[in-house]
Nanobody, 126 residues
Framework: QVQLVESGGGLVQAGGSLRLSCAAS????????MGWFRQAPGKEREFVGA????????YYVDSVKGRFTISRDNAKNTVYLQMNTLKPEDTAIYYC???????????????????WGQGTQVTVSS
C-alpha cells in the first residue's frame, strides 16, 4: 500500500508560480513511476505529466511543456510539480498518482495508476 498526500495548492495570479508536492508513504517509492493529473470543473481528468522511477525521464502534455517541471526525491519519498507562467486554464484540482506498470514505464492513462492522492486545488486568476 502506498498513501499519497499532495500539498502546495492555492490561489495565484496569472503568470505566477506554484510548486506542488506529493509525499508518499512506504519504502518502495522508487519502484513507482509517478504521474500528475488534473481535473477542472465540468471536465474530464487530464494527464499533465509523469516521471520515471529514477527521475531521469519526464514527459508532459503539450499544454504545459516549457512551463511545468516534474521532479522527484526518492530519498524523501516525494515528487514535485513546479508550475510556472500559470494561466487561468490551469485552474483545476491536481492529483499525483503512482504506477507500478511494467508495460508503460510512464503511463498517460489514469487506469494504469495504482494509487492516488486526494488532490490539491490550484486556482489561477486572470
Amino acid at each position: 500500500q502506498v498513501q499519497l498526500v499532495e500539498s502546495g495548492g492555492g490561489l495565484v495570479q496569472a503568470g505566477g508560480s506554484l510548486r506542488l508536492s506529493c509525499a508518499a508513504s512506504g519504502r518502495t517509492f522508487s519502484s513507482y513511476a509517478m504521474g500528475w493529473f488534473r481535473q477542472a470543473p465540468g471536465k474530464e481528468r487530464e494527464f499533465v505529466g509523469a516521471i520515471s522511477r529514477s527521475g531521469r525521464i519526464t514527459y508532459y502534455v503539450d499544454s504545459v511543456k516549457g512551463r511545468f517541471t516534474i521532479s522527484r526525491d526518492n530519498a524523501k519519498n516525494t515528487v514535485y510539480l513546479q508550475m510556472n507562467t500559470l494561466k487561468p486554464e490551469d485552474t483545476a484540482i491536481y492529483y499525483c498518482a503512482a504506477s507500478s506498470s511494467v508495460v508503460h514505464p510512464m503511463p498517460m492513462s489514469g487506469h494504469e495508476y495504482d494509487y492516488w492522492g486526494q488532490g490539491t486545488q490550484v486556482t489561477v486568476s486572470s
